[in-house]
């Protein structure tokens, strides 16, 4: 657990642009919300290698957008029910699930259906906020830690050394 919050500290404090930190925990909100196999996860993967994302952030938030997700696995289920058993829609269902490349998607499941509408509409507040949260750690957090006594004694401790030795 520890660990974990070093590397996100690792992270955050990184010489990597905010926008490229807060683009990777976006994209890994829509990968660990959704199911795993889907044809929009490969494209989501492919937006991840083609613009520049930081992996590390983008690994460390598929692991936590992907417990989330477990037990926000009823939300989504339900407002996928909901959104594909609309009567008006239900016309537009049945014409995607008739063509086999809309079928690939799995459109038709209420997981995927719930989760990839709420990740898609999260997309852009998470990525908003997570640039202005890692603008406000590194100009605030991180320069009062710098400059207080006490992370200066534990920071030049001897324990503290070894202790991120082993965590790396």
Request: proline share 3%; net charge positive; charged share 10%.
């Given at each position: 657990m520890f660990t974990q919050i070093l590397k996100l500290i690792r992270i955050l404090s990184?010489?990597?642009?905010?926008?490229?930190?807060s683009a990777g925990f976006?994209?890994?909100?829509?990968?660990?919300?959704?199911?795993?196999?889907?044809?929009?996860?490969?494209?989501?993967?492919?937006?991840?290698?083609?613009?520049?994302?930081?992996?590390a952030a983008f690994i460390f938030g598929w692991a936590v957008f992907s417990g989330a997700a477990y037990l926000l696995d009823p939300v989504f289920q339900n407002l996928g029910q909901t959104i594909l058993t609309q009567p008006d829609l239900s016309n537009v269902w049945t014409d995607m699930y008739n063509s086999s490349v809309w079928r690939l998607t799995q459109f038709n499941n209420t997981l995927v259906m719930g989760s990839l509408l709420v990740s898609l509409i999260a997309f852009i507040p998470m990525?908003?906020?997570?640039?202005?949260?890692?603008?406000?750690?590194?100009?605030?957090?991180?320069?009062?830690?710098?400059?207080?006594?006490?992370?200066?004694?534990?920071?030049?401790?001897k324990l503290f050394s070894k202790f991120i030795s082993l965590a790396e």
């Open positions: 990184s010489e990597t642009a905010p926008i490229q930190i976006a994209l890994a909100m829509i990968i660990g919300f959704t199911p795993l196999l889907s044809v929009h996860n490969l494209i989501v993967l492919l937006m991840v290698l083609f613009f520049r994302v930081n992996l990525l908003l906020l997570g640039n202005f949260l890692i603008n406000h750690y590194r100009n605030d957090v991180l320069k009062y830690m710098n400059n207080s006594r006490l992370f200066k004694v534990i920071k030049n401790s």
